[in-house]
């Protein structure tokens, strides 16, 4: 494994050559303990998983106060393990799931809604077409902040693609920010991972959420 703050360093030196203040989310679910502990060591303070095990395997073991980002898809039976324990969630994507929410949150969670801007099959999110009705329809829940939108670029290696799916995030992101509503603020925008961060921050981003490109990835035994 390479040691991380020098890579932590050049990521935030490219970040901030195109835009200060994009907040790099560490994700950790394919390293244990000892390297997310170097990775707070090395000055991050946003971490991410997507598994309610990894998360909580982690949350035992560290203490240092760091923003806990739960980024995968949730079933609505694990709402009530991950819920109270983090400080935003990237995948708020169905009425179902925001029901839940609001029935087992203790406080306000800021969330950020899902879209499937690219449209393939395999990924989850509400369609761009049906984004802001559901935003709207998010009112009724106290314990629900929608913070910003969250997606994943299209698996492709096509450049544009990429560029395009994240240009509809950030146009989606401002027409929700505009109609200013109280539960939905909506003023981030969640996308960039480890090949494609540096598109995703020229076309706006707020939020990048980088695994093995920063962290890297162990072995299943290591962990
Ligand atoms: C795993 C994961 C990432 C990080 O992926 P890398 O390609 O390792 O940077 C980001 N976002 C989500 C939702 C993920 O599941």
Request: glycine fraction near 6%; hydrophobic fraction near 35%.
């Amino acid at each position: 494994m390479k040691p991380m703050k020098p890579v932590f360093e050049e990521i935030s030196e490219q970040l901030n050559a195109v835009k200060h203040g994009i907040q790099i989310i560490a994700v950790t679910k394919q390293v244990g303990v000892e390297r997310t502990k170097e990775a707070i060591r090395a000055g991050i303070c946003h971490l991410g998983e997507n598994r309610p095990e990894g998360l909580s395997q982690k949350l035992e073991a560290i203490d240092e106060s760091v923003s806990w980002h739960y980024i995968g898809n949730l079933q609505t039976r694990k709402v009530k393990d991950v819920i109270n324990e983090i400080d935003y969630l990237h995948s708020l994507d169905r009425s179902s799931l925001a029901k839940e929410i609001q029935k087992r949150a203790s406080n306000q969670v800021k969330c950020f809604v899902q879209v499937n801007v690219s449209g393939e099959e395999s990924k989850s999110g509400i369609a761009p077409n049906e984004t802001i009705d559901f935003i709207k329809s998010l009112e009724i829940y106290d314990k629900i902040q929608v913070v910003g939108l969250m997606t994943m670029a299209p698996n492709t290696t096509d450049e544009l693609a990429i560029r395009e799916a994240f240009k509809g995030l950030k146009s989606l992101q401002l027409q929700v920010s505009e109609k200013q509503w109280t539960h939905a603020p909506c003023t981030e925008c969640s996308m960039g991972m480890s090949n494609d961060y540096l598109i995703a921050a020229q076309e706006g981003a707020s939020f990048v959420r980088i695994g093995t490109a920063l962290v890297g990835a162990e072995s299943e035994a290591k962990r």
